[in-house]
């Protein structure tokens, strides 16, 4: 699809809970050239009252109306996994790009039809995937490209939390934790995060192993997950995951280790990188925007006008997507 034609990019919200009231909506209209025309939530009031809040001129309760706007000319979908696919196949039919929350979908096969459509139409889809655009994680990319710590030889991430659902009753409980919904558990939701960010420094992930587990029995999803895989160029990554932990158990760190030295930085709580070698440790700390997805969607739009690339696409998005699938599988179909 020719994008260069256009000036301003103007977004429909398909799902505007929690997720878009400050980490990524505003950014929709703070970026230059772009502009936020439109919100769609199945519940009417609450629709209107986040368009009211951030004066959105058009709000709606039904996703195809938002679609078909001709004020719209892109879509952004940010809502629960199982609805990606038809949302973003439906306004790729309809000629506006696409830029969907991540996961990509709930599994796979679903990221493959929506990048079949995707060429089938020339229509670009792109995926939320923004520690990709944000300063800690670019920077430690920037130095085992440099050769800080020497040739790479291994990564491991380590995400413990605790468990947010102990005491609550299944109808309390987040929509992460019900693979219907979700395609798996808090695994494919934060871990998601982790490993689409090894694939854009280390490369493309080619082999995977996982084991996953229900321990607490809380909910139906796997809360426990191990794994090994191996990336294109040969490097070897191990990650543990654990959603039931208790709070003086968790953990959260991606560790890259080379040949002189090793980087390691939190993914998910603000803490500072360290990076060791021969000359000893230092510590670097970085502050993200405060729309936290506002550098990757700067580049989307940039890309819309035919002025750069984002690093995240469907392509890469999928691939991650391939590999989360592969990590949990034998939960969901023994063997």
């Known amino acids: 699809m020719k994008n ?3 000036h301003t990019i103007r977004w429909g919200i398909i799902g505007v809970g929690n997720v878009t009231e400050v980490k990524s909506g505003p950014a929709f209209y703070k970026v230059p050239n772009s502009q936020l ?60 790009p696409v830029y969907v929350e991540k996961p990509m979908a709930r599994h796979y ?36 490209e440099s050769g800080v710590i020497g040739k ?11 468990a947010g659902e102990r005491g609550k009753k299944p109808d309390e409980m987040s929509w992460h934790v019900y693979p219907e919904i979700a395609g798996a558990g808090h695994f494919f939701d934060l871990a998601s995060h982790q490993l689409d960010y090894l694939d854009f420094v280390l490369g493309k992930i080619t082999e995977v192993k996982g084991n996953a587990a229900n321990l607490a029995g809380l909910y139906p999803a796997e809360d426990t997950v191990s794994g090994t895989w191996k990336h294109e160029s040969g490097l070897i990554g ?13 953990e959260d760190y991606i560790q890259f280790v080379g040949e002189k030295g090793e980087i390691c930085l939190p993914c998910f709580s603000h803490g500072k990188m360290k990076v060791t070698t021969a000359n000893g440790t ?53 063997q």
């Open 4 to 6: 260069k034609a256009l």
């Open 37 to 96: 025309v439109a919100v769609m939530r199945r519940n009417a009031e609450k629709a209107a009252d986040y368009a009211r809040r951030h004066n959105i001129p058009k709000w709606y309760s039904n996703a195809s109306e938002l679609i078909n706007d001709p004020d719209v000319n892109a879509v952004y979908i940010a809502t629960p996994p199982d609805s990606h696919a038809s949302y973003a196949i439906e306004a790729m039919r309809a000629g506006k």
């Open 109 to 144: 096969s679903e990221c493959q039809e929506m990048l079949e459509v995707s060429k089938e139409t020339g229509v670009p889809i792109w995926v939320a995937y923004y520690r990709r655009t944000l300063p800690a994680f670019l920077k430690a990319k920037e130095l085992i």
């Open 152 to 162: 790479p030889l291994m990564v491991n991430i380590k995400l413990y939390k605790e």
């Open 238 to 250: 191990t990650g543990s995951w654990c959603f039931v932990v208790d709070k003086n158990s968790v």
């Open 282 to 334: 230092e510590e670097l700390e970085f502050e993200n925007p405060q729309h936290i997805s506002q550098n990757l969607v700067q580049k989307v739009v940039e890309e819309l006008l035919g002025k750069g690339k984002s690093p995240s696409t469907g392509e890469s998005a999928a691939r991650t997507s391939w590999v989360l699938d592969e990590m949990v599988k034998d939960f969901y179909e023994p």
